[in-house]
T-cell receptor
Framework: AQSVAQPEDQVNVAEGNPLTVKCTYS??????LFWYVQYPNRGLQFLLK??????LVKGSYGFEAEFNKSQTSFHLKKPSALVSDSALYFC??????????FGAGTILRVKS | EAGVTQFPSHSVIEKGQTVTLRCDPI?????LYWYRRVMGKEIKFLLH????????ESGMPNNRFLAERTGGTYSTLKVQPAELEDSGVYFC????????????FGPGTRLTVT
């Protein structure tokens, strides 16, 4: 079965600093990987996906993610964090049949 | 383009009662999914429709849960009778299908069973 792990329950970063939210995966075959963000009292919003091609994927709101096959990682990054980026972030992998398998989520807190 | 909508946003019911959740996917999306997040745990898959057909219902916890998608448009998820452990947030998502694997989620329905 496919799985993803988000090793950090919470990430704290100062506004203007670069941020990284970590995700590692365990899959058989080529992975389809996704990042979603959930703001308070809102649903999950799609940020970006990796299917194939360039290892650096660009997404919404200035976020990007780097697919690293040798390290089985798909870390979410942003060069300069905003207070408004504070939210709950989920990494997910597509399993056979299109269903998504999610990580436990990482709370990102950006302080001004 | 309207996103995925869900109704109600919140529902509080007593153990043993019935609740029906509704999801309206993005127009034109043949794929519709139900997920739920219980007690702050991982978001778990429940089932997947392709148009009106159940493609995968491997995540449905038991026969107290019944999902339908008549006509391949909106979907309902009925819990009957509800138990305390059914409390959580139920998310609906839709996707366009082949070539577009990303799923777009609704705001969720928070179900509380007392």
């Amino acid at each position: 079965a496919q799985s993803v792990a988000q090793p950090e329950d919470q990430v704290n970063v100062a506004e203007g600093n670069p941020l990284t939210v970590k995700c590692t995966y365990s899959v058989s075959g080529n992975p389809y990987l996704f990042w979603y963000v959930q703001y308070p009292n809102r649903g999950l919003q799609f940020l970006l996906k990796y299917i194939t091609g360039d290892n650096l994927v660009k997404g919404s709101y200035g976020f990007e993610a780097e697919f690293n096959k040798s390290q089985t990682s798909f870390h979410l990054k942003k060069p300069s964090a905003l207070v408004s980026d504070s939210a709950l972030y989920f990494c997910a992998v597509r399993e056979y049949g299109n269903k998504l398998v999610f990580g436990a989520g990482t709370i990102l807190r950006v302080k001004s | 383009e309207a996103g995925v909508t869900q109704f109600p946003s919140h529902s509080v019911i007593e153990k043993g009662q019935t609740v029906t959740l509704r999801c309206d996917p993005i127009s034109g999306h043949d794929n519709l999914y139900w997920y739920r997040r219980v007690m702050g745990k991982e978001i778990k898959f429940l089932l997947h429709f392709v148009k009106e057909s159940k493609q995968d219902e491997s995540g449905m916890p038991n026969n107290r849960f019944l999902a339908e998608r008549t006509g391949g448009t909106y979907s309902t998820l009925k819990v009957q009778p509800a138990e305390l452990e059914d409390s959580g947030v139920y998310f609906c998502a839709s996707s366009a299908g082949r070539g577009h694997p990303e799923q777009y989620f609704g705001p969720g329905t928070r179900l509380t069973v007392t």
